[in-house]
């Protein structure tokens, strides 16, 4: 940990304390805990490693080989995309 004397550039509390040392030409941008927190995507793992949700896109499509509905991707297709796989055709695709 490093000690020193920083002011959040949120909330405007103290911060006597980071898990990094600061450049000091970037100092008017750190935030506390508190405020770091709130802007941090959520968490899985138990905390360990951080994710962002990902975001899903609702429609209608098929499957490019197994001709079944898909219903939500992980994310937007291109204007006529041809090449939409379901998630186990995906998967087997890329074992």
Do not use: Y
């Amino acid at each position: 940990m490093h000690k020193g004397n920083w002011t959040c550039s949120d909330c405007g509390n103290a911060i006597t304390e980071l898990p990094f040392e600061p450049d000091p030409a970037r100092t008017g941008n750190l935030k506390c805990r508190d405020c770091h927190r709130k802007g941090a995507p959520p968490q899985r793992n138990g905390g360990r490693n951080t994710f962002r949700e990902r975001e899903t896109v609702k429609g209608n499509w098929t499957c490019s080989d197994c001709g079944n509905a898909i219903t939500e991707l992980p994310f937007k297709p291109r204007e006529g995309a041809g090449n939409i796989m379901c998630r186990d055709c995906f998967r087997a695709s890329k074992a």
